[in-house]
């Protein structure tokens, strides 16, 4: 079979050395956007543009096209997107499955776009509980009652539906709440590292409790694991963030800081701005899993608490029940349709600074202004 491999970088020359030793397998070329490297050579083999790579592949001189997925999930599908369009065929463009790029499976794997049962990125609740009330919180954890605290077996059961479905996941974050509160969290890293090995692992958090809860056998888990911290520092903790800075250095934990001065509003009152796209897939990422279902982004997942905490109606959705589902296509195609809820999302404008309210972690003060912002 001749192929011609997708991009020509680190590791594509990765997955060239691979494909080098299959008897049956003839590499004919690299294609990659970037024009400095047409006309280059990688082992006596030219890198083309895509374009010149369609026209040997309508002449014949190559069958298939190979992406490797080493790189990140949604970079792969735009790319599959992009040979679709100037002229491959679905059935030509094929995934090298990341098993046997890693060395971890030697039976080669293509799969075509229909069986390519990766995700980009999965985030989930490991507890309901936090040691702030962050007014405008994303994820509405505020206004969750007590009582509706995660149950830890119900979220493992889940994420081994996931698994079950979702062979891949570039990037997956522990979130809360606030996670560092939860008694389960060594527990949970080990949990989804082993399902997913080759996964970025984060947890986020407020970092505030770092030194004081990340000690022994989490500690040692963090370090053996590679589970990184993703750390959102907050007004109330910055006195504290050098400090804790110092620590995660100190203890060889692989962290990241970003600060947060006030909170975006995530939704708009009314429904007038109608979302213009047929499908959230390339502009929703943030999907979650939340009590065996998934959904494309946490408003979908908690806007319940919202209204029930203010009395008001915002649609709500069911999401995609992990349990019903019969295969990843199924779960991929429902998962990214266009809810009604998206018509109320501020998506668009709320990583925009003038769209910050002021940061307050009083529950008191809290109202549905702090997750509101006027649409004009």
Avoid at 126 to 134: G, Q, S
Avoid at 212 to 220: N, P
């Amino acid at each position: 079979m001749k192929v011609c491999i997708k991009t020509a970088g680190v590791t594509s020359r990765k997955l060239y050395k691979k494909l080098k030793q299959e008897k049956d397998i003839m590499v004919v070329s690299f294609t990659d956007n970037d024009t400095n490297k047409w006309g280059e050579c990688i082992d006596g083999i030219p890198v083309e543009s895509a374009l010149s790579a369609v026209e040997k592949y309508k002449a014949g001189e190559l069958e298939k096209i190979v992406i490797g997925t080493e790189m990140p999930v949604k970079i792969c599908r735009s790319m599959y997107k992009e040979l679709m369009e100037i002229g491959f065929a679905q059935k030509d463009i094929l995934f090298l499955s990341i098993d046997y790029l890693k060395g971890d499976r030697k039976e080669r794997t293509f799969m075509t776009y229909e069986n390519f049962n990766y995700l980009q990125y999965l985030e989930f609740h490991l507890t309901n509980r936090c040691n702030l009330d962050c007014a405008g919180c994303s994820h509405f954890v505020p206004l969750i009652p007590n009582e509706e605290e995660i149950d830890f077996d119900d979220l493992k059961k889940g994420l081994l539906r996931l698994k079950e479905v979702v062979a891949h996941i570039s990037v997956i974050r522990i979130m809360g709440g606030e996670p560092l509160l939860s008694p389960h969290l060594a527990e949970c890293c080990l949990l989804v590292r082993k399902l997913y090995p080759h996964a970025r692992i984060a947890i986020a958090t407020n970092g505030s409790l770092a030194d004081k809860k990340i000690q022994g056998e989490l500690a040692d888990t963090l370090k053996r694991e590679n589970i990184a911290l993703d750390i959102t520092c907050y007004p109330v903790f910055y006195e504290k963030y050098d400090s804790i800075a110092a620590f995660l250095k100190r203890n060889q934990l692989n962290f990241y800081m970003d600060v947060r001065w006030g909170m975006c509003p995530v939704l708009h009152a009314d429904n007038e701005h109608k979302f213009r796209h047929d499908t959230v897939e390339l502009t929703c990422e943030c999907i979650n899993l939340y009590k065996g279902r998934l959904y494309p982004c946490p408003l979908l997942a908690f806007i319940p608490y919202f209204n029930r905490h203010f009395n008001q109606n915002y649609p709500e959705d069911k999401g995609v029940d992990l349990y019903e589902i019969s295969s990843f296509y199924e779960m991929y195609c429902s998962l990214f349709k266009v809810r009604a809820l998206c018509d109320h999302c501020d998506n668009y404008e709320m990583f925009s600074s003038r769209n910050r309210n002021e940061f307050k972690s009083y529950r008191k003060d809290m109202g549905m202004d702090d997750w509101i912002q006027d649409y004009k």
